[in-house]
């Protein structure tokens, strides 16, 4: 928590619409990317997650709170020259691995664009060399690799491509939404593992986006629950995964496959209006925060709820 | 009674190619009892959902079943004619997909779509059909009011509940449920599972329930079956599967599912291989 952070969000709000139509996407959303360090960030689908990494992506502008890039205001006075600055900071890795690629280019091409455009290497032969270092590091042989079209490559494989072409631009920081879940479980751990080495080696700030709380901590340091477009619980992820406070953190964790919990016979009456209870209680607005632990926060809720 | 309600015998299942064929389903056999949940895991391109088109006779081409029998009730559904066919799909074993809740009509209302599938198998009447949808509804815990709304007006889990509801609503004997709940976040997911269990004990159906995550399957079903490029390469009842796995790829796929762990860090747990400069 030393050093500067790289980003920072501080009290974000997106709203939708106008007038009776107006939907509340996101309130009050504050943290902090740190170089090396990931944040994941946790919740159900409409939560307000991806919401989050367009705001930071920079394909909308909140409409209350800031977006802070190495201290300065990114919302939209940065100037173009900053602007440009930024994006070439930040790179996206997305959850469809088929639609995230061109079908009619080779993955070198895909590689090389991003390498000459952003300078990184000049003359067909550096070029050449930069993607193949690029696809060894994430784990693809440049000789077999290279000349292939996306077709002709796994799920697995392809990610591995997106994570190759964001790491070609040489980001500072990197917004992963839903990088696995549309690959098979099987392959899941592996590509986790390469983001959180990635990170590590390159001294990249990640936003790992998720619905899939037992995969978080695999990636990141810190965890941020959120609920709609709420942080409920956030801090230490090995504190929030491990002694979760909030309802709805708990709700999440134990809804979590268990293999050794029988679903049989257990109806299902109870654990429904349990969840519904705890979503309507989540789901109103709160400004009090309670310090649970060094790097450990949760929103308050109705009393009868926490236990 | 004692028979069991599907029967899966040394299924063949080919997809033609330009120059010979792929064998997606190589000589699988299973049988499902009754009142049983039964799974089928493996990683996608094993021919899980293969099989599921086979039951239902519904295999799209290029695919097509070179050998085997299917016995459904003491039926062998590779006989049935056409005819014969359409009145065992819905009415006798109902389906749900992974994007079931897409495969809902965004034009018509939640009733007219009930009225539609209970009108084509019971010939029911429009004032029986909405009965039937309102009693289906609360069945799967939505206000039967919204018989009268839109699908965009329901939440994705909602959506997925109400294309249960429909399915259940002609008490089919058997439903395959090809990963039902893939696209839906884990609260809602273990909502719908419980939800199943508990109808399935009121009702009696049996399951075949498809999925890649060993772990839901082991919450959820009696017997599970492994599957592996096309072949069976476990089956047995759900403690073995997961206290005692004699294959070495179900113990694979038990090690690959990401759990929670104690403590973050898995970057420093395992040293990738690298591809060798």
């Known amino acids: ?307 | 009674m004692s028979e069991p309600l599907l029967q899966v015998r040394d299924l063949v299942i080919e997809y033609l190619l330009d120059q010979g064929s792929f064998v997606a389903v190589d000589r699988v056999s299973f049988e499902i009892g009754r009142g049983e949940i039964f799974g089928l895991a493996g990683e996608s391109g094993c021919g899980k959902s293969t099989i599921a088109y086979a039951i239902t006779r519904l295999p799209r081409p290029p695919a097509w079943i070179r050998q085997g029998e299917i016995r459904f009730d003491g039926t062998d559904l590779m006989t049935l004619d056409e005819p014969a066919l359409r009145r065992l799909r819905w009415r006798r074993i109902g389906m749900v997909f992974q994007s079931a809740m897409n495969s809902l009509n965004p034009l018509l209302r939640i009733e007219r779509q009930f009225f539609d599938v209970l009108h084509r198998h019971t010939g029911c009447s429009r004032a029986e059909g909405r009965a039937k949808a309102e009693a289906m509804l609360r069945l799967v815990g939505i206000d039967p009011r919204r018989v009268g709304d839109y699908p965009h007006q329901f939440s994705g889990g909602m959506r997925q509940r109400l294309v249960i509801a429909i399915c259940l609503a002609l008490e089919p004997d058997l439903i395959i449920m090809d990963e039902p709940t893939t696209a839906l976040d884990v609260v809602v997911q273990r909502e719908i599972l419980q939800q199943i269990c508990e109808l399935q004990e009121r009702l009696g159906f049996s399951v075949l329930f498809i999925t890649h995550d060993l772990h839901l399957m082991s919450q959820f079903c009696d017997r599970i079956a492994v599957m592996l490029t096309g072949r069976i390469v476990e089956q047995g009842p759900v403690d073995q599967i997961t206290r005692a796995p004699l294959h070495d790829y179900t113990r694979r796929l038990w090690e690959a599912i990401p759990r929670l762990p104690a403590a973050a860090g898995v970057g420093t747990e395992a040293v990738r291989e690298r591809m060798p400069s």
């Open chain 1, 1 to 307: 928590m030393t050093a500067p952070p790289l980003l920072e969000l501080d009290g974000v709000g997106m709203r939708f619409g106008a007038g009776d139509h107006m939907v509340t996407a996101l309130r009050d959303v504050s943290f902090r990317l740190q170089p090396g360090r990931a944040i994941a960030l946790v919740g159900e689908s409409g939560c307000g997650k991806t919401t989050c990494a367009r705001l930071i992506a920079g394909l909308y502008r909140p409409t209350a709170g800031q977006v802070r890039f190495r201290g300065r205001d990114v919302t939209g006075q940065a100037g173009r020259a900053g602007e440009l600055a930024y994006r070439r900071a930040v790179q996206m890795i997305f959850q469809d691995p088929f639609a995230s690629l061109n079908p009619v280019f080779n993955i070198a091409h895909h590689l090389s664009r991003p390498v000459k455009l952003h300078g990184h290497a000049a003359g067909a032969r550096a070029v050449e060399a930069r993607v193949a270092e690029l696809l060894r590091w994430v784990g693809l042989d440049p000789d077999i690799t290279a000349i292939k079209y996306p077709h002709q490559l796994s799920g697995g494989q392809r990610q591995r491509v997106n994570i190759a072409r964001a790491l070609a631009v040489e980001p500072e920081i990197l917004v992963a939404d839903e990088p696995t879940s549309m690959l098979d479980v099987s392959i899941r751990l592996d590509i986790l593992r390469l983001l959180a080495e990635t990170k590590a080696a390159r001294g990249l700030a990640m936003l790992y986006i998720t619905h899939d709380i037992a995969t978080a901590a695999h990636v990141a340091e810190e965890v941020v629950v959120m609920f709609a477009g709420q942080m409920v619980e956030w801090g230490d992820a090995a504190a929030v995964t491990g002694a979760p406070q909030h309802p709805y953190t708990r709700l999440l964790l134990s809804a979590v496959p268990d293999p050794d919990v029988r679903l049989r016979g257990q109806g299902s009456r109870a654990f429904q209006a349990r969840a519904e209870a705890i979503r309507a209680a989540s789901r109103t607005a709160s400004d009090e925060i309670l310090a649970l632990g060094p790097n450990h926060f949760m929103r308050a809720v109705p009393e009868l709820l926490l236990q």
